[in-house]
């Protein structure tokens, strides 16, 4: 099945502590992205890569990182998590090229106290 | 950071009532326009894109059309039910080499049985 997975699904944490989000897909699109979703504001893009090590900012970079050594794996690090970053956050693949529709993950509830 | 605009942002319709809502976009760098339908406690999931001024696209009840000169998009829901209730986002795609894929903040529609 095709699919785009993310671990954890929810995550509470606390200020400061080191934490990675997983994403993958198995599609073998070259564009991944990764979103954050707040009340009021839309998904806006966080980062997002076009294919392996090749990977940009989007809207709202601050306090993340990512990587894309492989093809399949788009992982978000927040090196130090802050309460701002308490947020849904959605990855997503699709085909290089902006006219393809979007596959999206099933999204990451992070909590940070 | 281009400014994709929803409208309205919410509304709440009879079940068996036809609605439709709004999607204005900057023309510059238009490449694609995609329509995705977001329900509760699930990931966005495409409905349509299109890219050609003049563009409709139609799945069952819902359908869609594109005007590029003056940079918006309706969706029309013909009789709605209660399983369309969901949030409803659509994206511009731009041309060039980012590929970039900005998101509305989508409109939340309710449909009351």
Known sequence: ?113 | ILNVEQSPQSLHVQEGDSTNFTCSFPSSNFYALHWYRWETAKSPEALFVMTLNGDEKKKGRISATLNTKEGYSYLYIKGSQPEDSATYLCAQGESGGYQKVTFGTGTKLQVIP
């Open chain 1, 1 to 113: 099945e095709a699919q785009v997975t993310q671990n954890p699904r929810y995550l509470i944490t606390v200020t400061g502590k080191k934490l990675t989000v997983t994403c993958s897909q198995n599609m073998n699109h070259e564009y991944m992205s990764w979103y954050r979703q707040d009340p009021g504001l839309g998904l806006r893009q966080i980062y997002y890569s076009m294919n392996v090590e090749v990977t940009d900012k989007g809207d709202v970079p601050e306090g993340y990182k990512v990587s894309r050594k492989e093809k399949r794996n788009f992982p978000l690090i927040l090196e130090s998590p802050s309460p701002n970053q308490t947020s849904l956050y959605f990855c997503a693949s699709r085909p290089s090229g902006s006219y393809y529709e979007q596959y999206f993950g099933p999204g990451t509830r992070l909590t940070v106290t």
